[in-house]
């Protein structure tokens, strides 16, 4: 049995767009923001005004993480102060303990294991 198709593009009689829709799961993220810490409130009130635009309830949810990374913020501020974090982007990489010995900076070789 296929699936119920959802009208995509609605057309009024003179074949003008009415309206796009867009397929959204339960519990999917709609919207995320990235700021500074000092503008967190502004970005709070902008997202609840915005929540109204879209039907159903809507919630804000601020993040542990740093950014749009997926490590906390604790240990992306301790790794940062050990030179450990390789920014890429708008991600970050975390330098492990493997591969060449050659490709290490001088004094760098060897790193504490991650737990």
Known sequence: MSTPSLPTDVHTSDRSHQGV???VSIGQVLL???CKDGNSQHAHEALCRAKF????????????????TKFSRTDYVQWKFENRIMSDGVNAKLLGCHGPLANRQ????????VA
């Open 32 to 34: 995320s923001v990235r």
């Open 106 to 113: 001088r004094g760098r070789a060897f790193l504490d294991v």
């Open 21 to 23: 829709c867009a397929r």
């Open 53 to 68: 635009k879209f039907p159903g309830r809507q919630k804000i949810i601020v993040s542990r993480k740093w950014g749009f």
